[in-house]
């Protein structure tokens, strides 16, 4: 079976745990509700980045609260490029399916539609 990678990303208006635990969440069932036969149970990975300036809580956490606790996961931080867009949680989940790549839904909200405005056009 093929492995596909969802991206997805969201932004916080502050460096505070539930915040952030809110905003994946939220990002985490965008993904599931845009890849409709997705099922937690099909994640191969998933691994979560956040900007350099959010430290206060894992985004992994808030998928283990939705019930990922199998699933693999690593959580990283971002390269600092000048000028990039702030307060950003970012996951690439990996996806056991044999949905093809062209019917993959990417998800972005919040402010971090700026990033991959082409992704959200097409959604």
């Not at 990303?9 to 905003?23: H, K």
Request: charged share 25%.
């Amino acid at each position: 079976m093929p492995i596909r990678g969802i991206r997805g990303a969201t932004t916080v208006s502050a460096d505070e745990p539930e915040l952030i635990l809110e905003a994946t969440r939220e990002l985490l069932e965008a993904i599931l509700g845009a890849n409709e036969s997705m099922r937690p149970e099909d994640v191969g990975s998933a691994l979560f980045t956040v900007t350099d300036d959010l430290a206060s809580t894992f985004p992994a956490q808030a998928a283990r609260q939705m019930g990922w606790g199998l699933v693999p996961m690593l959580c990283a931080r971002e390269i600092p490029v000048p000028g990039s867009l702030r307060k950003v949680i970012r996951v690439l989940v990996h996806w056991n399916t044999d949905t093809p790549q062209s019917d993959i839904t990417h998800v972005y909200l919040r402010d971090a539609v700026k990033l991959r405005p082409d992704l959200v056009a097409a959604q």
